[in-house]
């Protein structure tokens, strides 16, 4: 079961992802969002539109 700091970690990925979005920054479903997750990574999944 994921733990508050990881679903901290998840959201941070989602407003970040929203944030883009919002600014224009990112093109249809480019601009991937990575971050790293203990010896692993969370990361925005490819082709996928925010």
């Given at each position: 079961m994921?733990t508050?700091?990881?679903?901290?970690?998840?959201q941070?990925i989602i407003?970040?992802?929203?944030?883009?979005?919002?600014?224009?920054?990112?093109q249809?479903?480019?601009?991937?969002i990575?971050?790293?997750?203990?010896?692993?990574?969370l990361?925005?999944?490819?082709?996928?539109?925010?």
């Amino acid at each position: 079961m994921p733990t508050t700091k990881d679903r901290d970690k998840r959201q941070s990925i989602i407003d970040a992802c929203l944030r883009m979005n919002a600014l224009g920054i990112n093109q249809g479903t480019s601009g991937n969002i990575s971050l790293r997750h203990g010896d692993g990574m969370l990361i925005t999944p490819t082709s996928t539109p925010y």
